[in-house]
Nanobody
Framework: VQLVESGGDSVQSGGSLRLSCTAS????????MGWFRQAPGKEREGVAY???????NYTDSVKGRFTISQDNAKNTLYLQMNALKYEDTAMYYC?????????????????????WGQGTQVTVSS
């Protein structure tokens, strides 16, 4: 499984960026894809998730500003980031959780991400 992120850049506060994560090397019927970030000196945090049923979830600090989406035909995950703030500055990582079991009683998605990309840097200047 390979995950390759792109789209990180330096922007001013209030600006927008779209991150992309291209996935390859697997075919699973169920999954959760997530965007995580880690700022210097801080713990990694989950930013946004989307599962194979299309359900999405966001951390409170990005709700209303970030949108996670996917293009299954292109095996690509996106994170549209609007109204960026200085505190959004971090290395952003794409991660995947894969399962052969349909989401339901025996598979609760977005719990254990085993596959990670190398990260893409987002820097927001105030």
């Amino acid at each position: 499984v390979q995950l390759v992120e792109s789209g990180g850049d330096s922007v001013q506060s209030g600006g927008s960026l779209r991150l992309s994560c291209t996935a390859s090397g697997y075919t699973y019927s169920s999954y959760c894809m997530g965007w995580f970030r880690q700022a210097p000196g801080k713990e990694r945090e989950g930013v946004a998730y989307i599962d194979s049923d299309g359900n999405t979830n966001y951390t409170d600090s990005v709700k209303g500003r970030f949108t996670i989406s996917q293009d299954n035909a292109k095996n690509t995950l996106y994170l549209q980031m609007n109204a960026l703030k200085y505190e959004d500055t971090a290395m952003y990582y794409c991660a995947a959780e894969l399962s052969d079991t349909p989401i339901g009683a025996y598979y609760a998605p977005c719990q254990l991400f085993l596959y990670w990309g190398q990260g893409t840097q987002v820097t927001v200047s105030s």
